[in-house]
């Protein structure tokens, strides 16, 4: 459970993240005169900002603040990190037949396609990729290692397949450095846009084991820091915006 402190922490991490968007926005220039007569520029420049910022939540308040919450959990923890980029045709091989039995509806088994992946990690020729980059990497005091790939919240049947593909490769470049380390890959959802009916996404179903590469809302906040982070991480958000209220209106107000 975060203390006192470290929810101070969190709600300034939340803070700073909207005051750099802040500072990087620049409000379309289309020029839209029934929408402004309608609504008012301010109200459109604000409509503005929201767009941008859902498209980049993720990088922009998510992946720090995951950060900064899984460090009292984890002993390294990192974003956008650096995973390599050899990927050998040996592990491209299999990666392929992976996705070849899931596409024809085989059984889904994530510990086992860990297992192949490993195998043949350093097998075959050497294949350079671009610098394969995970959204968040986690090395847990067991040396356990965790990469998550965080995802909006309503992907569709053919963004799973290619998280599937990505996170194998993820395995194959690690494996292919460190052959022997315990590695999990996982597709992180930040909250359940269904609450309070369960995340169903029936197209997950079939290409991800929704058991072990998977984590939705609490399941994946309190994973970072355990259990009750997702509820305590829900009130820095809205204390976040409590105090930033006053500099939201100031900075819209300037669009009148």
Known sequence: MLTKEYKDHIVGTIKDCLRNKF??????????PFHYRLLGKDRMALFSF???????????????????????????????????????QGAQDEIQKIMNHLSMGGEVDKVSE??????????????KLKSVKVDLFLVSRK?????????????????????????????AVYFYQHPKVKVRTLISIPYNPYEPKPYTRWTMKGMLDLKEEVKVA??????LAGEGTYNV???????????????IDRYFARFK
Not at 23 to 32: S, V
Not at 60 to 79: D, L, Q
Not at 218 to 223: A, D, K, M, P, S
Request: negative net charge.
């Open 23 to 32: 500072q990087d926005y620049k409000p379309e220039t289309d020029h839209m």
């Open 50 to 88: 929201l767009h941008s910022l859902n498209t980049t939540f993720g990088t922009s308040i998510y992946e720090p603040v995951a950060k900064e919450v899984a460090k009292t959990k984890f002993k390294e923890v990192f974003t956008q990190y650096k995973l390599g980029n050899i990927l050998t």
């Open 114 to 127: 860990t297992e192949r992946v490993r195998k043949v990690a350093q097998h075959g020729k050497q294949n």
């Open 143 to 171: 040396d356990e290692v965790f990469m998550f790939d965080l995802k909006t919240v309503k992907p569709n049947k053919g963004d799973f397949i290619s998280y599937k593909r990505n996170m194998l490769e993820w395995l």
């Open 218 to 223: 609490e399941e994946f906040w309190n994973f």
């Open 233 to 247: 991480l829900l009130d820095c958000f809205e204390q976040a915006g409590i105090d930033l209220r006053p500099e």
